[in-house]
């Protein structure tokens, strides 16, 4: 098993500059997350899909931020336009139910390698 | 809002001593607490979780407890070693049979230092 690709894994670009990153999730997975993490800020969740549906966007920072996900095996993260703010480490995650307790279900979210975005 | 608090920031500890990081979280409907370590340039892995439903987990040298009464839960890494240096992230979660895939709050980490 791959795992969850990310690519590109760094990307360098000027401020205003479009900017997308993209995710292939683990096959069979049926969620999927993207963070952005900062030394600032920590680990922050932007969004997340469950079976191909946006459940919650409320990290987007802002309307220069957007994501889709067309079907099971691939989204994206695109920023338009691009701010110095926006550099840092942007990971993709993806997760599948585990099992049960209760009538719970609890998914164990598995990181691809991250893409490092530096907006110049 | 959800929220979750972890201390301490940073701690270092010599090679064989204990280490413990603390977690706190707003919403008492969370019910899943994983923790993750995440070396330096890599991707946070996950290493322990625990459900709601049990008070404490172990696993080797790592072990995890939960007060659900306080909303705390906590990371206890016993007989350190170099290699268990890494940033140490805290997490929960709600989940429920009508919503697969919650969302994660993270802890803002802790740095963890062993000194051989």
């Known amino acids: 098993d791959a795992g969850v690709i990310q690519s590109p894994r760094h990307e360098v670009t000027e401020m205003g500059q479009e900017v997308t990153l993209r995710c292939k999730p683990i096959?069979?997975?049926?969620?999927l997350f993207w963070y952005r993490q900062t030394m600032m800020r920590g680990l922050e969740l932007l969004i997340y899909f469950n079976n191909n549906v946006p459940i919650d966007d409320s990290g987007m920072p802002e309307d220069r931020f957007s994501a889709k996900m067309p079907n099971a095996s691939f989204s994206t993260l695109k920023i338009q336009p691009s701010e110095p703010r926006d550099s840092a480490v942007y990971f993709c995650a993806s997760s599948f139910p585990v099992g049960t307790s209760g009538g719970a279900l609890y998914n164990e979210q598995f990181f691809g390698p991250g893409t490092r975005l530096t907006v110049l | 809002g959800e929220n979750v608090e972890q201390h301490p920031s940073t701690l270092s500890v010599q090679e064989g001593d204990s280490a413990v990081i603390k977690c706190t979280y707003s919403?008492?409907?969370?019910?899943?607490f994983p923790w993750y370590k995440q070396e330096l340039g890599k991707r946070p892995q996950l290493i322990i979780d625990i459900r709601s439903n049990v008070g404490e987990k172990k696993d080797q040298r790592i072990a995890v407890t939960l007060n659900k009464t306080a909303k705390h839960f906590s990371l206890h890494i016993t007989e350190t070693q170099p290699e268990d240096s890494a940033v140490y992230f805290c997490a929960a979660s709600k989940v429920s049979p009508i919503q697969v895939g919650g969302k994660l709050i993270f802890g803002q980490g802790t740095e963890l230092s062993v000194k051989p």
């Open positions: 096959s069979g997975h049926n969620s």
């Open positions: 919403d008492s409907a969370s019910n899943y």
